[in-house]
């Protein structure tokens, strides 16, 4: 059978192990519900491009209630609804979103959710042919002619931009592998003298860019090229199982026969490790289950919410702890030099004496200083 692989299914090898790809070839499903925000978000903002003459509220709305209802289907495979709470959320990003950047609508070179398929010699296919061995969806694809004065030539842009739903997804992702991905097919299928990659964060409302010149970068795209069809030529192998701390994370856990070997070994770090990943998986549904219940009483115990008791400073304690020194006759500086300073407290202070950045940072390093120390723990390696 020949698999078309997109750019997240080369990353399974590389974030997780080859028997990801083995368990993504055979169908097996994995829990996609962390994705229901993102998907609807991503939704909202094709059809408004799609539909500028609609109301976007109407829009967003008519996608919940789809969405919530009959679910949705991706590269043809359907998917259960969204929890209303997510489609919301992503509802809301996507409109926040459009109110500070606005989308731009479909036509005049502008694409939303851009299909693109490639057979083994990179020649376009549809994207669903059988032949398809590489295939991508990007959010939005804008191709322009511009003009350049100082050339007085015209040439041909192209804006690839990435809707992110991660706080973390900053300048870093500009050269991810699926950035590269994302570069190469419109590369091969618009030739454009210009690409722009840009993230486009619907949480912060940033956006970040990278500018390709071909002219200087065809070398490089090449070499994206080739790495993308050595990973294919790899991954159509039958590929052997690597359990261990990709384990982490991976999506396949809770239905892989190796993580599940891996859990019962006699190896007491990989046991832990699939120890953790295992309550990775189980904590926030248990967390969820047990919100706003009492907790389950178990022999010997419970599990859930427990009220406990901790100690907090009012809001007047300063002031309290200032008149009670000075009824003593004791001055600030006597009672600053009690005071135990924490990292906080000096990063707070250092921002009101300071008046930007760096002029911030060099007081804080005047007065504090970095030191190594031993924290136990499982560290995967960002690859
Ligand atoms: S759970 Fe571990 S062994 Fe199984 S596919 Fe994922 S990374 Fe590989």
């Known amino acids: 059978m020949i698999h078309a692989y997109h750019p997240t299914t080369i990353k399974l090898h590389n974030d997780h192990c080859p028997h990801a790809v083995e368990l993504w070839k055979q169908g097996v499903k994995y829990d996609r519900s962390i994705f229901h925000t993102g998907v609807v978000a991503h939704t909202v903002l094709e059809k408004i491009g799609q539909q500028p003459e609609k109301e976007p509220q109407e829009l967003a709305d008519r996608i919940v209630e789809k969405y919530c209802s009959k679910g949705r289907a991706y590269d043809n495979v359907p998917e259960p609804p969204s929890p209303f709470e997510d489609a919301l959320r992503g509802a809301k990003l996507a409109l926040e979103w459009h109110a500070r950047h606005p989308v731009p609508p479909a036509g005049d070179g502008v694409t939303h959710e851009h299909h693109f398929a490639f057979d083994k010699n990179w020649n376009t296919v549809e994207y669903y042919d059988k032949n398809a061995k590489f295939r991508t969806m990007l959010d939005v694809v804008e191709i322009s002619q511009e003009y350049d004065e100082s050339t007085d030539q015209a040439y041909t842009k192209a804006v690839v931009r990435d809707y992110k739903t991660s706080w973390i997804a900053t300048k870093n992702e ?37 500018e390709l010149n071909m002219h200087f970068e065809k070398d490089t795209l090449q070499e994206w090229k080739d790495d993308i069809t050595l990973a294919i030529k790899t991954l ?15 999506p396949y856990s809770p239905r892989c026969q190796h993580f599940d070997d891996m859990y019962n070994s006699e190896d007491i770090i990989k046991k832990y490790i699939a120890a953790k990943e295992v309550i990775r998986n189980l904590e926030p ?13 178990m022999s010997l115990g419970s599990v859930g919410y427990i009220t406990k008791e901790r100690k907090k400073i009012l809001p007047s304690a300063k002031e309290t702890l200032l008149q009670e020194w000075r009824k003593q006759d004791g001055t600030l500086e006597h009672l600053f030099a009690q005071l135990d300073l924490s990292i906080r407290g000096i990063e707070k202070i250092a921002k009101i004496l300071t008046k930007n950045k760096t002029d911030k940072e060099e007081l804080i390093s005047k007065l504090t200083k970095l030191e190594s120390y031993a924290s136990f723990g499982i560290q995967k390696v960002k690859k």
């Open 285 to 297: 549904q248990i967390k969820l289950d047990t919100k706003d219940q009492p907790p389950t009483e």
């Open 236 to 250: 159509d192998n039958k590929l052997i199982p690597n359990p261990g701390m990709g384990c982490i994370k991976c």
């Open 174 to 210: 500009l050269d991810s592998f699926q950035r590269r991905c994302q570069a190469v097919v419109v590369w091969l299928t618009y030739k454009p003298d210009i690409i722009v990659l840009e993230i486009a964060n619907l949480r912060t409302k940033g956006i970040y860019k990278k």
